[in-house]
């Protein structure tokens, strides 16, 4: 990737990471519902899966990610399976908790992860993973923090193989869709990206 690429991905995550930590509570919290409601209505009627039949694998939402905790505590209350990521030394690993606050503990980042006592789990089991991004560009390829992650975790599923059964859904703050990103091959790309409108209300 060339110096003025690379400069451009650095000033796109800026410019979000500024604009995410601008929201009020208010936006925040209503985003939330908002892409709780759009999951579950997606999941069932065009995946055919019900909460309480679901495995779905998300993240812990930090400097001022868009939040799935209403939408995986749903999928906790149902009696469907949530896994939840753990960061070693170059990838990360998921693993099933029950319990969003007992079954976390402040992982290699201070974001919280699954103790060691909650189940590993394949990923590639679940049917659904909710995923983190700074952008995404119209085409659905991913610009994350820069670790290199979930482009790893890309590559595990069988990136866009025919033969990945798992769907990738990318969640995020209308803002979050920019026009150009600067792509590599082993960028992830998402299936579906569910968006909420961040205006405050009455503007």
């Known amino acids: 990737m ?30 939330a519902s908002v892409v709780s409601e759009y999951l579950e209505e997606y999941i069932r009627s065009e995946l055919g899966i019900d909460p309480g039949s679901l495995t779905v694998a998300s993240y812990m939402p930090v400097s001022g990610e868009l939040s799935t905790i209403p939408f995986c505590q749903k999928v906790i209350d149902s009696g469907g399976v949530l896994l939840m990521p753990k960061v070693t030394e170059d990838d990360i690993v998921f693993y099933a908790v029950s ?20 189940a590993k789990t394949d990923v590639r089991d679940a049917d659904v993973i909710i995923v983190p991004a700074i952008a995404y560009n ?44 600067p792509v590599l091959a082993h960028d992830m790309a ?14």
């Open 2 to 31: 060339s110096r003025e690429e690379q400069a451009l991905k650095d000033r796109i995550r800026a410019i979000i990471r500024d604009r995410r930590s601008n929201l009020s509570a208010q936006v925040t919290d209503r985003c």
């Open 99 to 118: 319990d969003l606050t007992d079954d976390m503990e402040p992982g290699r980042f201070g974001i919280p992860e699954p103790r060691e006592s909650c």
């Open 138 to 181: 119209d085409e659905g390829i991913r610009l994350g923090q820069g670790g290199g992650y979930y482009d790893r975790l890309w590559e595990y599923l069988g990136g866009d193989s025919p033969e990945r059964k798992v769907v990738l859904i990318g969640v995020c703050y209308d803002f979050q869709i920019v026009s150009s990103i």
């Open 190 to 203: 998402v299936d579906v990206i569910i968006e909420a409108e961040s205006e405050e209300e009455g503007q």
